[in-house]
């Protein structure tokens, strides 16, 4: 397993010649097509030394695929790449070898800061040769060795080493420990780290915060924050973005729906996420304003049409013995004229209906308790009282009460995801659990499952919803999944797109009880935000365990600390 993982430009882009010499990531004209269509049209993207900019877009939008682009490992069908020689690379899920031990991965992120120092050294040994005489070329290659020692913070590396393992809280892992034996988490963490010791001269970042507690988090926002090089990285942590991206670039194919340009899908926005979400929301009111005004005209326009249509469909009135000739001939070239403006009418209002703006998609929200569900607005709902699971959850009393708010907070491996097991009654524990009588609890799980990988998103919902509630509230219509994905294998959707379906069918149908587990993860942030927002009008109580830092910030129930 290697943590920064390092290579030349992309085979797939055509590269710069002065690519290796370059400060700043540069994407020109990126495209990347799969069997299901084009994922990225024409990418232009710019990271200068100093930069750090935030990558966002809805799920299946092309972030992970743009950074595998940007890293070499992975070709694109067209475009143009410049970028640093030494850049840094952390994917979602980093590969290793379950039998090579925890030091190696440290082992392998010095060994280009040793070659570094080598190359210091036999620098400085040449320039010692030629002192006194003229060596233009031994002055050069030093120079340019100290400027890379420099750059790569050389000295010192060990104490950074040690503070980095302790920030990410993976310092007491003996360093002969396989890999395979550690979880998933810690080895994110310790290539995490790794990466970030050895200071490559630019950073790209797939949801680097994953499987950190806030302390960690803090480690990374420190080092992002004293980084020189240009830092490209796709994340979910709202509050992460908000504290150090200088800019945001949302991969938003939406846009196109704005007017924007085909093939332009990668918007930048100025700020962090807060200056981001102010202008979506100026996006938003002038996308509903154009989308008003151009209804209204072309109501306007078929109003139009249809009156005078149904004037001329009447026929001219025959003429009477005494009209003049002159007078009926006017007649006849007035009926011309006005058949002429109604064409010409029927062409704009064609023309419009065909390029008018898609409606804007409704926010989130919650259909209501369903028919023939009987709702619970006040008593106690569930009680725990000594409830423990060894190991997993210290004995703990809780209360849920009818439309109550909880926020369940705490480190990695507190016990969230197990008290909400407990709490829903799914698994086995010690203590008391009592709960009211005809109690419907749903919980949307960190990890969306299903048990059969080749049903449909729409087989799937009308069997768990029925096929007569599946018509009132169609599937397609709660806007979570893409109508092209409607008919798919679920198997052969993303770990975003499943989370869709499964908070989907909670959507369609709200329990009286709901458990939320890490909500906001594999979500847009669009999505996660709305969700948000839209528990706020939730018809029954919710439970939400969470490390979420924008989401506990702004939470407004209870909160319980674990």
Not at 74 to 83: F, K
Not at 148 to 177: K, M, N, Q, S
Not at 338 to 358: D, F, G, H, I, K
Not at 387 to 399: C, F, K, M, S, Y
């Amino acid at each position: 397993m290697s943590s920064p993982q390092h290579s030349s430009a992309s085979a797939a882009a055509s590269s710069s010649p002065s690519a290796a010499a370059t400060a700043a990531i540069i994407a020109r004209g990126i495209a990347r097509s799969f069997d299901r269509g084009p994922v990225l049209d024409g990418v232009d993207l710019v990271v200068p030394a100093g930069a750090r900019i935030g990558l966002i877009g809805e799920n299946g939008a092309g972030k992970s695929t743009l950074l595998r682009i940007l890293a070499g490992v992975e070709a694109a069908d067209a475009g143009e790449l410049s970028r640093p020689a030494r850049l840094g690379y952390l994917p979602q899920e980093v590969p290793f070898d379950p039998d090579a031990p925890v030091g190696s991965l440290i082992d392998a992120a010095v060994a280009p800061l040793r070659a570094i120092e080598r190359e210091l050294e036999g620098a400085a040994e040449g320039l010692a040769g030629v002192l006194g005489g003229t060596a233009p070329a031994a002055a050069e290659r030093y120079a340019a060795a100290l400027a890379a020692a420099e750059r790569a913070e050389l000295w010192g590396w060990e104490a950074r080493r040690d503070a980095l393992l302790d920030g990410f809280g993976v310092a007491g892992i003996p360093l002969t420990t396989p890999l395979g034996a550690i979880s998933g988490g810690q080895r994110s963490r310790l290539a995490l780290a790794a990466l970030l010791l050895e200071r490559p001269d630019a950073l790209l970042l797939d949801e680097p915060t994953n499987h950190l507690d806030d302390a960690a988090v803090a480690t990374l926002r420190t080092a992002l924050l004293g980084w020189r090089g240009p830092v490209l990285l796709a994340s979910h942590d709202r509050a992460l973005l908000d504290e150090v991206a200088t800019a945001i670039v949302d991969l938003d194919p939406a846009r196109r729906a704005l007017g924007g340009p085909e093939g332009a899908v990668a918007q930048r926005y100025g700020g962090g996420f807060s200056e981001y979400l102010l202008e979506k929301a100026r996006e938003r009111e002038r996308w509903e304003q154009r989308f008003a005004e151009e209804q209204r005209e072309l109501d306007r326009l078929r109003g139009g049409v249809a009156v005078t249509a149904r004037a001329l469909d009447t026929g001219p009135k025959p003429p009477r013995d005494n009209d003049k000739f002159i007078g009926h001939f006017k007649g006849r070239r007035t009926e011309a004229a006005t058949r002429r403006r109604v064409r010409s009418a029927e062409q704009r209002l064609e023309r419009l209906e065909a390029e008018q703006l898609r409606r804007p998609p409704a926010p989130l929200t919650f259909s209501g308790v369903p028919a023939g569900t009987t709702p619970i607005t006040e008593g106690v709902l569930v009680q725990l009282r000594g409830a423990a699971v060894p190991g997993r959850l210290a004995p703990i009393d809780l209360r849920i009460t009818a439309l109550d708010r909880v926020l369940v907070t705490g480190a990695n491996g507190a016990g969230k995801s197990t008290l909400l097991a407990v709490i829903a009654g799914a698994l086995g524990h010690e203590g008391v659990r009592d709960a009211r009588r005809g109690l419907r609890v749903g919980t949307l799980e960190q990890d969306a499952r299903f048990a059969d990988p080749d049903r449909t998103p729409r087989a799937i919902y009308e069997g768990i919803l029925g096929e007569r509630h599946a018509a009132a509230h169609p599937l397609r219509d709660l806007g979570l999944i893409a109508p092209a994905d409607l008919d798919r294998p679920v198997g052969a959707l993303s770990l975003g797109q499943q989370r869709r379906l499964a908070l989907a069918l909670v959507i369609a149908r709200p329990p009286h009880l709901l458990l939320l587990d890490e909500p906001t993860n594999h979500l847009s942030l669009r999505l996660a935000g709305e969700l948000e927002a839209a528990l706020g009008s939730y018809p029954g109580a919710v439970v939400v365990a969470s490390h979420d830092r924008w989401l506990r910030a702004r939470w407004e129930g209870r909160e319980l600390a674990l």
